[in-house]
């Protein structure tokens, strides 16, 4: 048939003065002004362009509403962070365990981002005779992105991503094999690039504020390995200690207070402040409020707007987690979170690595020549220096204890606070007190991350927050916290044999907000 | 001076004429045999020659015809022709026969290719062209409403210059365009469009293609419902073609028209609102939940609203004579609509031309082009909607008037004017401007130009065989823009205003070459072929700079220019080329006048194919039984034919889908942005199957008659995108899948009186009813559905295309009931809606069907037309009323505070209690679902004609009043079901804060010298 096509292009259409039958028919479909990968050799854009792009998608940046149902609209509320004064139309949603589907699939979406524009990165290094460096970076941020989702569901397609229409699915050890595994590859192959002519090339296609540090990066891919070990050092103490050593003790080490936050540069808006200052669709948590007023912590003003409700105003005033509302302006200007729009997004900051070191050297694993108090006083320090706050000496010999909470609108939300934990080292009286500290400053040091806080929050039971006031799961206990976010219908209906061979494989054959996941053990 | 232009004309296409050596002259008058009426502008021709002459007003002609051997062929449309041989006579009267049945009828089928109406295998409905101007829409596409049977016209819900939503015999496509395609003589119209609406935020309207044509020009409109008569459109065909014939010259002396018509327009229906109690907390809330000491307003919604106006005016000319002919046109339509700044200007030019040359070779060629601004259409739904901001005023008709007169206040810390308005910048999720701030200082403008241009040859090889080429340009270029003033609500605009701007423009160059074959074997056999040749191709260009959600507002307040737009604002650019070729052919062989046959098949290729090179072919196939032939007929049985057809219709992908590489995009940073979606598979056409049978039957002395249609299609391998399996490379997947079916009735009966000579009666009845199912969707799909629009907070329905449904059935929620059957009660005593996990089915926008029912009088001069439609079946959904109920704006609920409360099966509940808990943006849907059941006076004519005037320097003037959409007889609805969000596939059957619909009455002036 294609023959008497072009005869008839050749005979037929100079006939009727038309445009010429072409060739080109066959590449005519597709938008010239889009263009592929290949197209940008020059200055190496083709892999460097992907550099922004994935710093970006760790959380998503560029779009504030997808920040929004991506993280803020559940961990930063199922971390006791945040609470949101708006009910979105609804009746009832995430922050009162009902939840929202339509919210909840961009927990998924915004990593399967990630992993699309891993595989085409790859492709690309392909044209590169050294690309190692540039699949580390990566890679390092493929880990800490997925990681976030993996916490949330569980059991997902990681491992052979983008290689079919119908993937099979992996069990969460094996998931995080393989996060080890592609942070060992990183930290190697960074490792072998200091001090040649390559290091640091990837230069300011890195936003972050490592502005394409190697160096920087070993030691990020190392505390992410640190985070990833004490995460499963409840179910698989073995690994965890094998692994939390060798990060710690990796020739670079982990991030110290001196190599400052990992977070991204951006020419947006910081969503936090989009959403908390510009939509009031998100406030200070009350669990947040009984904790740092209580401890007088002078992070507050750094992490919060004072209140401009005239019933609180000037006071740093929580909103009641998991109160059903009905009207926005009830609670919209109790405290805001205090984000400047051009403030960078912090992914993880240097304060985590001595708090997850100080869990490691209390379990008795080697973190070099220092101690538990230590490196939990040094994580304290580290996280006063990030905010360019003095104080922190004082602070660590304080034994203020969490305030009770009290709504002034409405009684019925008070409560007293449940535990006595103080900042002072000394305080403690037993590992477990310890724990407490470790992890309830390690929860106010990384504020905002609210995903690995509700993950460690998990884990460790710490800090003790106040049960929601308005639990209407049907799966979960009244007076219980939610333990992962069922699949999301995007991932469900697209892939509904893998779903359920999933499911029934690996966690028991429901798809439960109340199962703990395998980290998470009783 | 008209002499002088059309020589100038003449020349460009003169060719020199044949003059006869020994001639004689023949003069004579020409009359219909029916009232013996003389008949102007029959054609008269010298058989076997191109020389030829029409008869002027009374019906008289003089032709030179050569002494010996003359014979003269005289025709006339809806005439049958005659011919006389010349002999030795000097005076010839002709008598013609009018031909009812239609025997010798030939209509203009697809490609513009010309068949005999008998023959034809499947039903077409005629429009003529005055219907269009007798009681003139700006929108002629409106003036089809109710006169085309299995055709749903809804118009968009958004102003002077709106677009309307056309469906023939059902919706089709899941995600690609429900709506007809639209041919101007044989040649597909470029419909490029700036887009319609998909979500009640940021919704414009952004007009369509038909819109732009002027009325005036238009001959007449064929609509070609199925896909038999539409299989050589291919692709763009499967949703039924509306041909439009335009008027071209006429031979004789220079003839003008002059057209002047006028209208206005106010609201049809407007939502009630109660003026009793007042606002609690006006600086902070639109509710009026307060007492009733300090009311509000219901009388500000109509002052809102301005009278409208249309004032349209055209001119043509035309002229010819045996060497060619030429028309020319001017429309200009001026429009104000019903919201105050909303105006619209359009410019039309037309001209067109033809010369006959060396015997055999016809030459046409024609341009038009459009201009048009239309300035301020009102914004629908949530943002920037005026329609919106005074439905929930809150406060005294005083006050509003107030706020009308002092919409913007000088602010000295400023230095500028600011918005004054109490409700500007509450935290909502909808925003509550100063409604005369938005229409005064939210700025937009919308400018179209369009050129059509065309150029035709014919050329007759033999007397049976001719061949054709053609060639049109269609291009259309689109600019849009809106400036938000600063100041405007805060929910989201930044502080320093925020500035849109795109453009658009799209080409179309078609080209084909037919060659046709027409001839009768010995009285037997007729044939009716053509074989040719086509190709489309189509460019479109677009670029866009855009502040608004974005973030980022402007360096300097109010300068809206896209050097004043700071970091982070929306840009893109972007463009796309399609290329279709086909190869066709058609063939109408007839035995007798008893049985045709009518056979096509096209072979099509496209760039937008996985595989160019890979053609698709589809055919079609058609048997007409004209029984009447054999029945013979009588005074009661005049005529009678049955059809039936088989086709087949391929739809060509849409641009890109097919692609495996998609290509990446640029982020607003300047990143790169990997692809999202990819085709899951190689992609397939789709596939339209459709099979039709019917029946045409005249009656009693000609005076009734009857069409009869049945029809099924299905369309299968439908191309939509999914959410991909998880570990597919991107996130999202194109698909080929679902089946959807259309099957249904339509009836057309006709009955026509004559009473005495001077009284005449006409009534038609068109009826049509059509059944959609859906058959399968993709396994892919949650559920077995797609979702058209997605339930999300803010909208109280989903619209979905659900395996066993109906396309377009939406779902949304109910009040929840204890086990027994009691309403479900929250701890305040609130009812409590049912799940959004778990939505439940509420209906559907589509009628279940519809009739159409016209009548004319004729005494004398004078005629009255009455035209009344009806659409049955059928659900629309109403937020407005549930917004309004839920902030206590409504007249009900002023009237169940009144009461003591609203009382719900027996229960009575706190009026606000139960309103703030049942309505509102994400309110019980069972609660304001309607029957969209609606009978409506549509149209009324009365016009008066007054034959030739001052000496016949004017032939004729019809002077004529009329209106439009006057009032329902029936509707249950609290607004006009009919009116659409957008004329897209989304949101239909959701009303929001639209524009009311409305009635119209006007004059129209027409002058013929």
Known sequence: ?522 | MKKNLLLAFMLIFAFESFLFSQEKTITGKVTSMEDESPLPGVNIVLKGTNVGTITDVSGEYTIMVPESGAVLSFSFVGYLSEEVEVGTKFTIDVGLTPDILGLEEVVVTALGIQKKAIGLSYSTQDVDGEELTQAKEVNMINSLAGKAAGVSISRSASGVGGSSRVIIRGNKSITSLNQPLYVIDGIPMNTSTLGQPIEFYYAVDNGDAVSNLNPEDIESINVLRGAAASALYGSQAANGVILITTKKGTKGEPKFEFSSTASWENPLMLPELQDTYGPVDPENSVSTWGNADNGSSSSHVKDFFETGSNYINSLSVTSGNELGSFYASYANTSSKGIVPENTMQKNNFTVTGSTKAYDKLTIEAGANFINQKIENKPYLGTYYNPVLSTYLFTETAEQFEYYRDNYEVFDPVRNMYVQNYPTAHINQVFTTDNPYWLTNKNYNESLRNRGIFNFKAKLEITEDLSLQGRINYDRVSDKFEHRVYATSSNVVNQDNGEYFTRSQIATQMYSDILLSYNKIFSDMVSVDATAGFSNTYSTSYANLFNSISTGSSLYFANLFNVRNLEPGFEKYETESEVLSQALFGTALIGFKNLVFVDLTGRSEWSSTLSDPNKPYFYPSAGLTFVVSELTGTNNIFNFGKARFSYSEVGNALPFGYANMNQPYTQGFDGSAVAPTVMPLSELEPERTSSIELGADVILFNNSVNLDFTYYSNTIKNQVFQVIAPVGFPTANAYINGGEIKNSGIEAVIGYKAVVGSDFKYETSFNFAKNKNEVIDIDDSLANNYYVVTPYIAGRIAEIRVAEGGSYGDFYGLDLAREENGDLLLNESGAPVPTGTDSLLYMGNPNPDWQLGWSNTFTYKNLSLKILIDGKFGGEVISITESVLDANGRSLRSGEARDAGGVVFEGQTFDTELWYTNTGGLSGVTSQYVYDATNIRLREVVLSYTIPGLFGNAIDKVTISAFGRNLFFFKNDAPFDPESTATTGNGLQGIHMFGIPTTRSFGFNLKVTF
């Not at chain 1, 192959?189 to 990837?202: A, M, P, V």
């Not at chain 1, 504020?447 to 003790?464: I, S």
């Open chain 1, 1 to 522: 048939m294609k023959v008497i096509y072009k005869n008839i292009c050749m005979v037929a259409l100079p006939l009727i003065f038309t445009i010429g039958c072409t060739e080109r028919m066959e590449d005519m479909n597709v938008d010239p002004r889009g263009f592929q990968e290949s197209d940008l050799y020059a200055d190496f854009q083709n892999v460097k362009s992907f550099i922004p792009t994935l710093e970006n998608n760790i959380n998503e940046v560029t779009t504030s509403w997808m920040y929004q149902v991506q993280q803020n609209l559940n961990a930063d509320l199922f971390s006791g962070y945040m609470m949101s004064a708006n009910f979105f139309g609804r009746a009832s949603d995430n922050s009162n365990y009902n939840l929202v589907d339509g919210w909840n699939g961009f927990i998924a979406s915004v990593p399967q981002t990630t992993l699309s524009t891993m595989l085409q990165f790859e492709e690309e290094l392909q044209t590169l005779a050294v690309s190692g460096d540039y699949l580390s970076v990566g890679l390092i941020i493929k880990v800490i992105s997925v990681h976030r989702m993996i916490d949330a569901f569980g059991p997902y397609p990681y491992t052979r991503y983008g290689e079919g229409t119908d993937v099979a699915w992996d069990d969460i050890p094996d998931i995080y094999d393989a996060f080890f595994e592609e942070l060992d590859f990183a930290i190697d192959t960074l490792s072998s690039y200091i001090g040649t002519d390559f290091e640091n090339r990837i230069g300011d296609a890195d936003i972050s504020t490592f502005e394409g540090n190697y160096i920087k990066w070993i030691k990020l891919a190392n505390t992410m390995k640190l985070r990833l070990a004490m995460r499963i050092s409840l179910v698989d103490p073995a690994t965890a200690q094998e692994k939390a050593e060798e990060a710690a003790n990796h020739e670079y080490g982990v991030l110290e207070q001196a190599d400052g936050i990992f977070a991204i540069n951006h020419n947006f808006s910081h969503p936090l402040w989009t959403i908390s200052q510009s939509w009031k669709d998100i406030q200070m948590g009350s669990d947040m409020e009984s904790f740092l007023s209580g401890f007088a912590d002078p992070r507050i003003g750094e992490f919060f707007t004072p209140a401009a409700d005239p019933v609180v105003a000037g006071q740093y005033k929580g909103i009641r987690q998991g109160i059903l509302r009905d009207d926005k302006s009830v609670y919209q200007d109790y405290s805001g979170i205090n984000f400047r729009q051009s403030s960078p997004v912090v992914i993880i900051t240097a304060a985590e690595s001595y708090f997850l070191r100080a869990e490691a050297a209390l379990n008795g694993w080697d973190m070099g020549d220092t101690d538990a108090q230590t490196l939990y006083e040094d994580g304290v320090k580290a996280s006063f220096s990030q905010y360019g706050l003095g104080g922190a000496d004082a602070y660590l010999t304080s034994s203020l204890t969490p305030e009770d909470y009290t709504d002034p609108k409405n009684s019925d939300y008070d409560y007293s606070a449940i535990t006595t934990v103080t900042p002072n080292w000394a305080d403690a009286a037993t590992d477990e007190e310890r724990l407490e500290k470790i992890i309830t400053q390690k929860w106010i040091a990384i504020f905002p991350d609210g995903a690995e806080a509700w993950a460690e929050f998990r884990r460790t039971g710490y800090p003790q927050l106040q049960p929601i006031y308005s639990n209407q799961s049907t799966e979960i206990p009244i007076g219980e916290f939610i333990k992962r976010i069922p699949y999301p219908s995007i991932i469900t209906s697209a892939s509904a044999n893998a779903y359920s061979n999933a499911i029934n494989s690996f966690l028991g054959g429901i798809d439960s907000p109340n199962t703990r996941l395998w980290w998470d053990v009783d």
